[in-house]
């Protein structure tokens, strides 16, 4: 099993920063992906930002240039810098790692940003 923890998260102004941070453990497995996920009220979960343990990345377009995925894949763990937040990124974030087909997901943290 693979156990995902968030941290980060909360409110902040329009224009703001932040960022989460996620730790893995367990059966993590040597060749993964990892990233970040998010869902809206009322909004199907969708992509933020992945990375796999080979460096390659796949950035959501909505966040392209604000948003800033890096890893440190002997500590497991995945970050997301966020910068020039807007209202419209306001959504639970999950931490996500992908691997051999399986997907695992953390219990998420919400952020939330204020116009």
């Known amino acids: 099993q693979v156990q995902l923890v968030e941290s980060g998260g909360g409110l902040v102004q329009a224009g703001g920063s932040l960022s989460l941070s996620c730790t893995a453990s367990g059966a993590t497995f040597s060749i993964n992906t990892m990233g970040w996920y998010r869902q809206a009220p009322g909004l199907q979960r969708e992509l933020v930002a992945t990375v796999t343990t080979g460096g390659t990345t796949n950035v959501a377009d909505s966040v392209k240039g604000r948003f800033t995925i890096s890893r440190d894949n002997g500590k497991n763990m995945v970050w997301l810098q966020m910068s020039s937040l807007k209202p419209e990124d306001t959504a639970v974030y999950y931490c996500?790692?992908?691997?051999?087909?399986?997907?695992?997901w953390g219990k998420g943290t919400l952020i939330t940003v204020s116009s």
């Open positions: 996500y790692l992908g691997a051999y087909g399986t997907n695992y």
